[in-house]
């Protein structure tokens, strides 16, 4: 919340609007050879001790007051302001906040925003009995963090030189992507299996075009009914939020809509989990017609468990993200009514193509022309060994999920004829109204004569990915046919892996290293035996 002209901010209600006009007051110009002027310092010390509040000051190296923020008696929302200057220097501005009834110790927060945020530097206030006990500045100083301890006087000298003399020997890393939205990933597992699991929802994040920038581990027997992590843990999201300036906040995991809901009250932040996720980039992906219907069905079986007391939006919002809200209980009704109706009508529709699709293979069949079908995890170069081998100009990304919809091409080779298909690639714990919304695509794979699973050779995770397939052609009834298992990427750095299995083979789609040698054993699988 701001007051006025937004230089004031933060958790004002309930402060009187003489309290809020004192603090806009000091948002001024002061004598830039104090590292804060005396006036504005005794000021929000004696409102801190009034409120029982934090308050930051940010001021400008021309000793201007920039804005006053007010939070409660723990935390202060940060804000991220900037003098403009290099992407490689300190942003120009230095925050001074306090720490009522409490000492002015630097709490690891508070560094991580002297980082995250570029100021010249930090300080804590320590306020008791309407004084300052003491205080504590940070500043950014190469890799290191100097800080500097103050019991008694001020020395405004010594820390304004300070900042000059740690910009001097800092490297900061370049600005990030300011367009790419900031976002905390957050998982809980009582495994110990995060690393893996945030890794690939790192990979999902940024294909969606997210920038994750902190990551968030719980260890639980079970996830929290409630807000999914534990309180604590939610109080401890909220604050990394504002001093990151997070956005989006991705969980590791399909919420509930109680869940969901209440993460969204409490943080005010864009909650998506790792469902919709998967589900928005789909939609991204999807070109055909029939793609993007079973994109449209997948999107409303996963909303209608979502649906509360509270309502669900049905329109998209800031970039196909999802957000509670709204109605009551006859608008609850009336959007389950609503939502029921258009599977029906969606499930209808796709079962017209999936027969159009049988009907065209069912005329292979009787033409003698077998399928192969080309199947695996995610980005493990499906396409890329589909376009070597048929030159059909699918899309190649190095992002999870960049084919969507399947493709087939016919292949002549020496006199033998078949047909190869691409299909959707493979995640681990892909919700199951996706398998089913996807159920004539997979079917290709079900119907194949020759499975073709193509395996990313130099992923560190190969085992967990290879087994994550093997499950999926088992639940849909593809595990009995024929398979090679095709070794992908032998010229990327750390595939090191050699085969043990019957009927493998190492290649390179990108170079077509041992592609002709998968080719001979397609055909002696195929027409020989």
């Not at 000091?26 to 050879?33: A, F, G």
């Not at 199947?375 to 999870?400: H, P, R």
């Amino acid at each position: 919340m701001y007051y006025n002209n937004y230089m004031i901010y933060g958790n004002i209600d309930g402060i009187k609007r003489t309290t809020l006009e004192e603090l806009e007051n000091l948002c001024e110009n002061y004598d830039k050879s104090y590292f804060i002027d005396r006036i504005v310092l005794d000021a929000v010390i004696r409102i801190t001790s009034k409120l029982n509040r934090e308050i930051s000051v940010f001021i400008s190296r021309g000793g201007r007051v920039l804005a006053i923020g007010v939070g409660d008696s723990n935390t202060v929302p940060l804000a991220h302001i900037t003098q403009k200057r290099g992407n490689k220097r300190f942003n120009g501005v230095r925050c001074i906040h306090t720490h009522p009834n409490a000492s002015g110790r630097l709490s690891n927060v508070d560094i991580s925003a002297l980082k995250s945020c570029r100021f010249d530097c930090i300080a804590a206030v320590g306020v008791s009995g309407g004084y300052m006990t003491d205080m504590q500045v940070a500043y950014i100083r190469g890799d290191n963090i100097d800080i500097i301890s103050v019991k008694d006087a001020i020395p405004d000298t010594k820390l304004l030189d300070a900042i000059e003399l740690c910009e001097g020997e800092s490297v900061l890393p370049e600005a990030e992507n300011a367009e790419a939205r900031r976002c905390l990933l957050v998982h809980v597992s009582e495994d110990d299996d995060a690393e893996y699991s945030l890794n690939e929802l790192d990979n999902l994040a940024r294909t969606m075009g997210l920038n994750p920038i902190e990551r968030i581990i719980q260890h639980r027997d079970k996830p929290d009914r409630a807000f999914y992590v534990g309180s604590g843990k939610v109080k401890e999201v909220e604050l990394l939020c504002q001093v990151k300036d997070i956005e989006v906040v991705i969980f590791d995991h399909q919420l509930s809509g109680v869940q969901l809901k209440n993460l969204q009250e409490t943080l005010n932040r864009i909650i998506i989990d790792r469902s919709i996720l998967i589900l928005d980039i789909f939609a991204k992906h999807a070109t055909t017609n029939e793609g993007k219907l079973q994109i449209e069905l997948a999107k409303l079986r996963y909303q209608l468990p979502m649906l509360t007391g509270q309502g669900i939006e049905m329109s998209r919002q800031r970039g196909g993200l999802y957000a509670l809200g709204g109605g009551g209980e006859t608008k609850l009704e009336l959007d389950r009514r609503n939502i029921r109706r258009q599977i029906t009508a969606l499930v209808e529709k796709l079962q017209k193509m999936e027969s159009v699709r049988d009907i065209r293979r069912q005329k292979r069949k009787n033409a003698g022309l077998k399928s192969v079908v080309i199947v695996g995890y995610t980005n493990a170069g499906k396409s890329t060994l589909m376009n070597y081998i048929t030159k059909a100009g699918v899309l190649e990304e190095d992002k999870l999920f960049a084919t969507l919809d399947s493709v087939g091409r016919t292949v002549w080779d020496e006199g033998n004829e078949y047909l190869l298909v691409d299909t959707v690639g493979f995640i681990n714990r892909l919700p199951h109204e996706f398998i089913d919304a996807f159920k004539s695509t997979l079917d290709e794979a079900r119907y194949a004569d020759l499975l073709l699973h193509v395996v990313d050779k130099s992923s560190p995770y190969l085992v967990a990915e290879f087994d994550v397939v093997m499950s999926v052609l088992n639940d849909i009834g593809a595990d009995k046919i024929p398979l090679i298992n095709v070794y992908n990427k032998n010229d990327k750095s750390g595939a090191g892996f050699l085969p043990t299995q019957q009927d493998s083979v190492t290649i390179s789609a990108r170079t077509g290293e041992g592609v002709n040698e998968l080719k001979e054993l397609i055909k002696k699988l195929l027409f020989q035996q």
